[in-house]
């Protein structure tokens, strides 16, 4: 596997020990750049309370819900892991997508003019 220049940058920051639940980590698992990502994020990272459902309900790789918070998009360890980083609860992408899905369904609208002299209603910007 190739270096990564943030991994070092990752790896300079104080470790601590963590655990792992048996039978879940592969052969080949260390190969895998997410393994490697979410074991930084587990060395590194600082506990996250409430914890995401992954987490909750006991699916993932790790005992602790951690993350390291400004890397990987805020995603826990277990979801960096399991592939599913977006999807952490945690995670900027999954509450960038919470906040368009609630814009949507607010149905919140403006009126404007076409070119022809029509009025219509229209989404008001996201951003």
Not at 72 to 99: H, I, T, V
Request: with cysteine.
């Amino acid at each position: 596997m190739t270096s990564h220049p943030e991994h070092d940058t990752i790896l300079a920051l104080p470790g601590k020990n963590f655990k792992m639940r048996l039978g879940r980590l592969l052969p080949n698992d260390h190969q895998e750049l997410r393994v490697v990502e979410s074991l930084l994020i587990q060395s590194r990272g600082e506990r996250n309370d409430p914890k995401c459902n992954c987490c909750e309900r006991g699916l993932g790789l790790y005992t602790e819900c951690l993350s390291l918070f400004g890397w990987f998009d805020d995603a826990c360890g277990s979801c960096k892991r399991n592939d599913a980083g977006a999807q952490c609860l945690l995670s900027e992408a999954y509450k960038e997508e919470e906040r368009l899905l609630k814009w949507i369904e607010s149905g919140d609208k403006e009126e404007k003019t076409t070119r022809r002299g029509r009025t219509t209603q229209v989404p008001i910007k996201y951003f």
